[in-house]
């Protein structure tokens, strides 16, 4: 069976992770490379790099193939997007430059005329950095498999194609992104007079996410929805430190509730109506909850990362659900949905896959049509879920430091009175009473450390409990 052949690539999955050169978990990112600054690393992203990615693209899809191109409003992303136009077109292939839009958009846009896709972002990290992910036909993270394959061509030698291929250009992606929302929405939940603070947080989603709240007709507060590809106005990762101002903003406005994105639009965070930071896991266990229970007519299955809380589990017995846990990124929740039936994909961040890929402005009209739907606050709505408690540590790796070998030692550190562990991607541990996960960063020299409980006092323990075992396997 196609899930079970899926499941059964973890073990490689975990081969290739130490294979790859310059993917990671999710396409790669670095700081920017200038004629004014340059990393003397690998780690650092330039035109250089940009031209030979859209090369090597080029040639693994073959001559007359259509790369679509999205980017986010940093200022080094015109940079980027120029020298990878010049790599695909050399190299043969079109170049549809779509310009500012959320990964999403992209996403469908891919599907709809062309043939792979670029997208240009770092996501939630600082405006120096940024980034390039490559999308399937599908609309879908290339695969662990098609990193390598990618990475082959990257490394190795090529000549430019005979015949050049062609620039294009369609500024209409986010207007096309905008109907299919509503479509979406409207299908599954009625509206009612709601009131929303929209902080767009300067990146792609800044006009998309207002406008189609205003198209499902709530009454709109925009924060710091305009293009600014410095994000002045916060760091562009949208966590509870970083969302005082939209926190103070719903309160003052009297909002139903607030909504924030990061750079690209694919991450969304949601505020109560008593200006209350909801807890990522716990946003994506509410909306995948209330999507699914319109699905009458199949077996319903969601697939989550190996990082998710346990909030999950308590969703899937009501709903009679499958949870398929997968390694952490976008790219194995898509590949649960492809190969296993998933519905839904989540990450503990709060991001969901309701189709390829992470959605961002489309949570925003979900949570506020399951709100209308439920008749409830937001405050209520996340009242009525069962409640865990969680700890979300790191700590910086050492240069040179081989990670995975600590990662290995770990294992041998860790009391063994737990019930289930995992390292399909760091190493897992379950008790009765909660969890915690150690694993490598995709996106820094970090190693992460979460730890969930069913109360405050069990969920730090289990993050001492795992620290203390990391510092010991770091000897």
Not at 48 to 57: E, H, M, S
Not at 306 to 324: C, H, M, Q
């Amino acid at each position: 069976m196609p899930c079970e052949q899926f499941t059964k690539k973890f073990e490689d999955y975990k081969i290739i992770r130490k294979e790859k050169k310059l993917f990671g978990t999710f396409g790669f990112r670095g700081v920017v490379e200038t004629p004014y600054l340059n990393t003397g690393t690998d780690a650092g992203i330039g035109a250089d790099k940009a031209k030979r990615v859209g090369a090597a693209l080029a040639i693994y899809l073959g001559v007359g193939k259509t790369v679509a191109i999205g980017k986010d409003p940093r200022i080094s992303s015109p940079m980027l997007e120029e020298a990878l136009v010049d790599g695909i077109i050399e190299n043969g292939c079109n170049a549809l430059t779509l310009g500012i839009i959320t990964p999403n958009t992209l996403s469908l846009e891919v599907g709809r005329q062309a043939d792979a896709g670029v997208m240009i972002t770092a996501s939630h990290n600082p405006p120096e950095y940024n980034g390039i992910k490559c999308l399937s036909k599908k609309g879908m993270g290339f695969s662990p498999e098609e990193d390598l394959a990618l990475e082959k061509i990257y490394f190795g030698d090529f000549r430019t194609a005979a015949k050049k291929g062609k620039k294009l250009v369609n500024s209409g992606a986010g207007e096309r992104y905008r109907a299919h929302i509503v479509q979406y929405v409207k299908k599954l939940f009625s509206t009612k007079p709601l009131k929303i603070v929209v902080d767009g947080g300067g990146g792609s989603a800044s006009t998309v996410t207002p406008e189609t709240l205003e198209s499902l007709g709530y009454k709109v507060v925009r924060f710091n929805c305009k293009y600014d590809g410095m994000f002045r106005e916060r760091n562009p990762e949208p966590t509870d430190a970083n969302l005082e101002k939209l926190k103070r903003l719903v309160v003052e406005e009297v909002a139903d509730m607030g909504v924030a994105h990061d750079g690209d639009g694919d991450r969304t965070a949601f505020v109560d109506e008593n200006g209350k930071f909801i807890q990522g896991d716990v946003s994506a266990a509410i909306i995948a909850d209330n999507v699914l229970r319109q699905c009458k007519d199949r077996k319903k299955i969601i697939a989550v990362t190996i990082a998710f809380s346990n909030i999950i589990e308590d969703v899937a017995k009501s709903l009679g659900a499958e949870v398929i846990y997968t390694p952490v990124g976008e790219p194995y929740l898509a590949q649960a949905k492809l190969l296993c039936g998933a519905q839904v994909g989540l990450e503990e961040h709060g991001s969901v896959l309701l189709e390829w890929s992470r959605e961002g402005p489309m949570l925003a009209g979900v949570m506020a049509g399951i709100l209308a739907k439920e008749g409830k606050s937001l405050s209520e709505l996340v009242a009525s879920y069962p409640k865990y408690y969680q700890i979300k540590d790191a700590k910086t790796m050492p240069g040179g430091t081989d990670t995975e070998a600590i990662l290995e030692e770990l294992k041998q550190e860790i009391p063994q009175d737990y019930e289930r562990f995992s390292d399909m991607d760091g190493v897992r541990v379950d008790y009765s009473d909660g969890w915690f996960l150690v694993r490598a960063s995709g996106t820094e020299p970090k190693v992460r450390i979460f730890s969930e409980g069913k109360t405050e006092e069990r969920a730090k323990r289990l993050n001492k409990v795992a620290m203390e075992g990391l510092e010991r396997a770091m000897g």
